[in-house]
Nanobody, 116 residues
Framework: QVQLVESGGGLVQPGGSLRLSCAAS????????VSWYRQAPGKERELVAS????????TYTDSVKGRFTLSRDNAKSTVYLQMNSLNSDDPAVYYC?????????WSQGTQVTVSS
């Protein structure tokens, strides 16, 4: 079964850090672009970061540049999002996805909360 399973969300204080992980199964992970999205209540879903396949080219939305880092471990079929200096603009449900030959696959989503 094609699947993306996400972990690492939670509550963090302003200025803190979290690392999200997204583990893929059921497809050849290294072949595909993988992305992180987020959606806050009342807001549109936005693309946070994206990475191409085996020789990744990584892009970020402006609001997270310098704070968030996407990395991928193709041997583990896992993509990560390291989030540093979290602030009040970052709380949302975060998702990873991959666009496969057969369609788009989404993770279940994980909540990131920033609160003091």
């Amino acid at each position: 079964q094609v699947q993306l399973v996400e972990s690492g969300g939670g509550l963090v204080q302003p200025g803190g850090s979290l690392r999200l992980s997204c583990a893929a199964s059921g497809f050849t992970f290294s072949w595909y672009t993988v992305s992180w999205y987020r959606q806050a209540p009342g807001k549109e879903r936005e693309l946070v970061a994206s990475s191409t396949g085996t020789s990744p080219s990584i892009t970020y939305t402006d609001s997270v540049k310098g704070r968030f880092t996407l990395s991928r471990d193709n041997a583990k079929s896992t993509v990560y999002l390291q989030m540093n200096s979290l602030n009040s603009d970052d709380p949302a449900v975060y998702y990873c996805n991959a666009v496969l030959w057969t369609g788009t696959v989404w993770s279940q989503g994980t909540q990131v909360t920033v609160s003091s």
